[in-house]
Each structure stands twice: as structure tokens, then as C-alpha cells.
Nanobody, 122 residues
């Protein structure tokens, strides 16, 4: 079982940047998919980006393409989400989770972290 802990959220002005971290402990495998999701108040949890511990199969939601970058540091068992050019509509709680299959569907992920709040506001 994998345990995940997110960090790095905060308040940022529109156009600013944040880097979120997702630290993993427990059993991780190169083939496991690591995903970032977000959930805004009153909305469903939505997919943001995914990768694998081997660095392959990177994929972004349309809302994240060109602005967000997912990466990982295998020596630290940590996956990152670099978010640039942030917009107010990016405001949400951001979660990381893991999956054994290549998917963007939240219910096919498990070992969810507790989430980290990102607020984009002037």
C-alpha cells in the first residue's frame, strides 16, 4: 500500500506560480501511475495530470496543458506539479493519488492524500 502526502499549496495572485509536492511512502513501482486531481467547492473532483514513476505516460487535462508540468524525483519518492500562469479558476483543493492503470477517472485511483489548498486571488 502507498501512502501519499501533498504539500505546497497556498494563496497566489493571478499569473503567479506554485509547486505542489506529493511524497510517497510504502510500496511504489515504476509502472504505477501517479495522478494529480483537484476539487473546487461544489464541483466534482477533476483530473489534472498524471505520470508514472518511470517518467512515461505523462498526460495533462486540457486546462493544464501549457501551464502545468508534472515531474518526479525517484530518489525522494516525490511527484511534483509545477503550476504557472495561475488563474482564479485554478482555485481548488489539489490531491495526488495512484493507479495501476492508465486512466483519468478518479474512482480508478486509490491511496488519496489529504489534499492541499490552492487559492488564486488578487
Amino acid at each position: 500500500q502507498v501512502q501519499l502526502v501533498e504539500s505546497g499549496g497556498g494563496l497566489v495572485q493571478p499569473g503567479g506560480s506554485l509547486r505542489l509536492s506529493c511524497a510517497a511512502s510504502g510500496r511504489t513501482f515504476a509502472s504505477l501511475f501517479m495522478g494529480w486531481f483537484r476539487q473546487a467547492p461544489g464541483k466534482e473532483r477533476e483530473f489534472v495530470a498524471r505520470t508514472t514513476w518511470s517518467g512515461g505516460n505523462t498526460y495533462y487535462a486540457d486546462a493544464a496543458k501549457g501551464r502545468f508540468d508534472i515531474s518526479r524525483d525517484n530518489t525522494k519518492n516525490t511527484v511534483y506539479l509545477q503550476m504557472n500562469s495561475l488563474k482564479p479558476e485554478d482555485t481548488a483543493v489539489y490531491y495526488c493519488a495512484t493507479s495501476r492503470i492508465k486512466t483519468t477517472t478518479a474512482h480508478e485511483y486509490y491511496s488519496w492524500g489529504q489534499g492541499t489548498q490552492v487559492t488564486v486571488s488578487s
